[in-house]
């Protein structure tokens, strides 16, 4: 799986629940918030001021790490 800017935190989660601790490390303690289910990744990155590119970069290492 391939995570991109445009999915929403909760589709990313629901794939793989790891991928919490990632988005905690990066200061995204909104996991639970009801606006994980409707904000894609980019929305979310920008409203927390939170590098994307770095995100994205650390929630794909979650699914290449069970290649």
Known sequence: MK???DMTIQQ???A???TAAVFM???MFCIGCPA???ENIEQA???H???LDALIT???SVFESQE
């Open 36 to 38: 994980a289910t409707n």
């Open 3 to 5: 995570i991109t800017k």
């Open 16 to 18: 793989d629940r790891r």
């Open 58 to 60: 650390d929630l794909n």
């Open 49 to 51: 001021g939170i590098n």
């Open 25 to 27: 490390r990066h200061g």
């Open 45 to 47: 990155a920008m409203v």
């Open 12 to 14: 990313v989660l629901e």
